[in-house]
């Protein structure tokens, strides 16, 4: 029981350590203003949203693009000829490919989504 104490006794709690935050020691309105919009989660929620949103965008607008994959692999075997072991021989080999796919067309699927996304962000700026 006297091991497990002396165990648990290094770590150090962090629950409700303020000593590590920035908080000022004279509040007036203005202080206080400051304060609640910077730390506003559902401000930090509508932020975050709204860079989730830009990145579905941008998205969107890559399906348009093509895409290119590309893979290689080598090869080295040695043996030998002889049973006795004289000769020897090492063969090599090597595949390498690339492959490309492009989506002309999906029902118009891929401009209305772009369409859709861009409104989700005007929406979106229209909340903050």
Known sequence: MLFLF???SCFQGFAQDT??????????????LQYAKENNIQLKTLRLSTESAKQD?????SALLPNLSGS?????NHYNLNTNGTT???????????????TLYKGGY????IKQ???WNC?????I
């Not at 000593?19 to 206080?32: F, G, N, Q, S």
């Not at 965008?57 to 607008?61: G, P, Y």
């Not at 290689?72 to 080295?76: G, K, L, P, W």
């Open 72 to 76: 290689a692999s080598q090869s080295f």
């Open 123 to 127: 929406n979106i700026k229209v909340d």
């Open 19 to 32: 000593a590590t935050k920035d908080i000022p020691v004279i509040w007036d309105l203005a202080t206080c």
């Open 110 to 113: 891929l401009k209305t989504d």
């Open 88 to 102: 020897s021989a090492i063969n090599s080999s090597g595949a390498y490919g690339l492959a490309s796919s492009w």
């Open 117 to 119: 996304k861009d409104l």
């Open 57 to 61: 965008e941008l998205q969107s607008k």
């Open 6 to 8: 002396l165990g648990f």
